[in-house]
């Protein structure tokens, strides 16, 4: 590269690093959400704007989502910075000049601010890259909210050396300036639950002559409110909930089969599987006490976000350095597939704090875009925290 080509491209990072282009950026994203595994236009502009900065990619074979790579240059340890890019299936009712322009698309969970928060701390590090002392792996994940992108990138091959994993999910009821930090479980499995109650239809005038999956549907759905009661200790946290039950079409046929859906949440993988235990055989078993039959289809969720007790203590450390604000925030119910990521290396989640009037997945859902430089500055000051302590661990000396 020569001296005039090397100067423009240090003149576009620095400024692809200010506060008003990741706004740009994000805007850019909202106005054009894609839902999981749809993420091709948004995988074409990572990707344009990572080599507008003279980032590395690195082609894991991906459909979508975008693994990139800073660093290296001085060789030693390898972690890794995670943020998702798809978007919900949701009607956007924000009002916003930048809302949506595809109907029934909405980036309702702010997967937008992720990901330009992680392409603003690219920036950050590219910046700093002869000073790294090792290498910082970007993942734009697709498919985070159907619980399958994490195990895309895994399958990949993309966490291969990787000592270390980070990720952030911005936190609207946190102000921003806020950096939510929290060892151990922050974030519960989620696990999804089909179960069809086979009885024996009749006329409603003859009960007796069949067996009724109503019935037994009701008396399993209310002894499933023992599950938690009476199998989980009060320490530990867990919810069962039924969200939809289905049965029957006539006022007066009593039907065949009926059927109920729900999720369970819990925050230990120990509590976790004692409660899909006791939860099979109590709709079995009252299922038989009754004469039906039942069966029952996992829809497998994410495992419970676990966070790393050095790389929680490193985040608050850098959040200190940074002048942020750091708190330890209530574990939230909601499933996040990061937790996969943690399944094979030691893996730091955290919240960003970003003042919004919204929960997630809400149509008017939003947030504060004074927040991006936060989080964009919090993944890089991280990154290379991580990197210093792993390379002093490993005894690597950078000349």
């Known amino acids: 590269m020569t001296s005039t080509a090397a100067e423009s491209a240090a003149q576009a990072v620095h400024a692809l690093t200010s506060a008003d282009r990741l706004v740009e950026i994000r805007r850019h994203l909202h106005r054009h959400p894609e839902l999981s595994n749809e993420e091709y236009e948004t995988t074409e502009y990572i990707l344009s704007v990572l080599k507008q900065a003279g980032v590395k990619i690195t082609d894991y074979g991906l459909k979508t989502g975008v693994i990139a790579e800073i660093g290296g240059l001085q060789g030693g340890p390898v972690i890794a910075l995670r943020a998702d890019i798809d978007a919900l299936p949701i009607q956007e009712e924000t009002g916003l000049p930048y809302a949506s322009l595809h109907p029934g698309k909405m980036h309702a969970c702010g997967h937008d601010f992720h990901t330009a928060a992680l392409l603003g701390a690219a920036y950050q590090l590219k910046e700093q890259e002869r000073s790294l002392k090792g290498t910082v792996r970007l993942l734009f ?4 909210e159907k619980a399958k992108g994490a ?9 291969e050396n990787v000592r270390a994993v980070i990720g952030m999910h911005n936190k609207p009821d946190l102000p921003v300036g806020t950096i939510g930090i929290k060892e151990g479980p922050l974030m519960a499995a989620a696990d ?3 179960v069809e109650i086979r009885g024996a239809g009749s006329h409603a005038a003859v009960p007796e002559a069949g067996v009724d999956p109503i019935v037994a549907a009701s008396h399993i759905v ?3 409110q023992s599950v938690i009661s009476r199998n989980v200790s009060s320490l530990n946290s867990a919810v069962i909930s039924v969200t939809q039950i289905h049965s029957g079409n006539s006022w007066n046929i009593i039907p065949e089969t009926a059927v109920f859906e729900g999720t369970i949440r819990t925050f230990d993988e120990d509590v976790r599987s004692k409660v ?4 099979e055989e109590v709709v079995t078993g009252v299922a038989a006490a009754l004469g039906a039959k039942a069966n029952v289809r996992w829809i497998g969720g994410p495992p419970p976000v676990i966070n790393d007790a050095l ?8 959040a200190a350095n940074l002048g942020y604000t750091s708190l330890k925030p ?7 597939d990061f937790a996969f990521y943690q399944k094979v290396v030691p893996g730091l989640f955290v919240f960003t704090g970003t003042a919004g009037s919204r929960e997630w997945h809400h149509p008017a859902f939003e947030l504060d875009e004074a927040a991006l430089p936060v989080g964009a500055g919090f993944y890089s000051d991280l990154a290379m925290r991580v990197l210093e302590h792993f390379s002093a661990e490993e005894g690597v000396h950078h000349g």
Do not use: M
Request: negative net charge.
């Open 141 to 144: 994940q697709p498919a985070e």
């Open 151 to 159: 195990q895309q990138i895994i399958a990949a091959g993309a966490l």
């Open 192 to 194: 999804g639950f089909v």
């Open 222 to 224: 209310t002894a499933l």
């Open 276 to 279: 899909l235990q006791r939860f």
């Open 311 to 318: 790389l929680a203590r490193l985040g608050e450390q850098t």
């Open 330 to 336: 209530a574990p939230s119910p909601a499933g996040e």
